[in-house]
């Protein structure tokens, strides 16, 4: 089995050398190439065409919210994830790296074991989207959607039974939680979130929590 190949995009100079470090040590992981901006970045995921982009937020020339949309929307590397890094948990920057197309968010602070768990996971094709995380952004959806918004037709030719899934999934629940309010198992329930990430065209669990809203599905609560 090949190595997982990792791009990391960052405008410090120590911390991409930190980052390959800790990459290039560990069995099974490699990097293919380090950016100091966001132009640098996209430019080289599309040479490179790694497994998983480390992409931090703020950098020159192109941000990096810019940098996932275009790496995330480009069929040259419709196979790369990214992974946001930010130095703060509730940072904007995260709801709107996650709607460019992001599988998931790492604080730079990290311990370095989960940052190398985090870089599997997502090169897995699995999002980084742990239940509390989902509500973090169930929060921003509620600070940013519009009251009373209408449901759109963004959900047409999606089942009841695949609704009610994707209204689960939005709520923070895991597939465990899941499987035993619908009292499904776990393939069963597989089976429903691939047919809903192929319906609605997303990447991976960050996008149907989105995807949910978005729709009017669900309606974030407010305080």
């Not at 950016?35 to 497994?51: F, H, K, M, N, S």
């Not at 810019?66 to 196979?79: D, F, K, L, M």
């Not at 940052?115 to 509390?132: D, K, M, N, Y």
Request: charged share 25%; glycine share 8%.
């Amino acid at each position: 089995m090949s190595d997982i190949k990792v791009l990391v995009a960052d405008d410090q100079a120590l911390l991409r050398g930190s980052f390959r470090v800790l990459i290039d040590t560990t069995p099974g992981l490699t990097t293919v190439g380090e950016a100091a901006d966001g132009i640098e970045a996209v430019e080289l995921a599309r040479r490179e065409q790694p497994d998983v982009v480390l992409m931090d937020v703020r950098m020159p020339r192109l941000d990096g919210i810019e940098a996932t949309r275009r790496i995330c929307s480009a069929a040259e590397t419709a196979g790369t994830r990214v992974l946001i890094l930010t130095m703060f948990d509730l940072d904007d920057a995260v709801y709107a790296g996650l709607r460019a197309g992001a599988s998931g968010f790492l604080l730079k602070d990290v311990p370095p074991v989960e940052l190398l768990r985090a870089i599997t996971v997502v090169a897995a094709g699995e999002a980084l989207l742990a239940p509390s995380i989902t509500r973090r952004l169930i929060a921003e959806f509620a600070r940013l959607a519009e009251p009373g918004q209408a449901p759109s037709s963004g959900l047409d030719g999606v089942t009841d039974r695949e609704r009610e899934v994707l209204s689960l999934i939005a709520r923070g629940l895991s597939n465990e939680e899941i499987c035993a309010h619908l009292r499904v198992g776990r393939g069963t329930l597989k089976t429903h979130i691939g047919h809903l990430l192929a319906k609605l065209h997303a990447r991976d669990r960050a996008q149907l929590v989105i995807a949910a809203y978005e729709s009017g599905l669900v309606q974030p609560r407010r305080r």
